[in-house]
């Protein structure tokens, strides 16, 4: 079969984890090697249309801190604290935030790591997309369970039924 297309978007508006990011890349670097997966990076949101999406069955927001300029749930914008980098990425317009929706809603994939709760604030359709909760602060980290829901399921067969990890939760 052909290789599952994934668009990987790093960039920033709010804080930058430089080091998971450069992680991710190489990670990602070398799983584009492989016959399962055709990887792009990028770091530029002019991505985030229609047409470009198209192009992917997968979308990952890689440690992506990005916001957009125009509201939709009646909430205020969010102050952000100090960002820790100058190379800010541009809010998205309501189209482009549109077109990550659609995107989603079509059947194509997301994939959020660890700040991408940290995204989007004042988008209903990201909070709904993410599972509801968005960055407040800096839990404690715990230990944590995570129990596996489909045993069955290849991506998580070699798991058992669920695994323990420390993280912030």
Not at 10 to 36: C, N, P, Q, S, Y
Not at 83 to 96: F, V, Y
Not at 139 to 153: C, F, M
Request: proline letters at 4%.
């Amino acid at each position: 079969r052909a290789p599952i297309k994934v668009l990987m978007v790093t960039a920033t508006t709010g804080w930058r984890h430089f080091e998971a990011i450069e992680a991710a890349k190489k990670v990602m670097a070398e799983l584009d090697k492989t016959t399962e997966l055709d990887v792009t990076m990028s770091e530029d949101v002019g991505v985030f249309t229609p047409e470009k999406l198209a192009k992917f069955d997968v979308l990952m927001l890689s440690n992506s801190t990005l916001r957009v300029a125009q509201t939709d749930d009646g909430s205020e914008k969010r102050k952000t604290g100090p960002s820790n980098h100058t190379d800010l990425a541009p809010e998205l317009t309501k189209e482009q935030m549109d077109a990550l929706l659609g995107f989603v809603r079509a059947g194509k994939g997301l994939v959020v790591t660890h700040s991408g709760v940290d995204a989007f604030y004042g988008s209903r359709g990201y909070r709904e997309m993410i599972g509801g909760g968005l960055f407040a602060s800096h839990p404690w980290t715990q230990h944590v369970r995570v129990d596996v829901e489909e045993p069955g399921n290849p991506a998580v067969a070699h798991l058992g039924d669920g695994f323990g990890l420390r993280d912030e939760i």
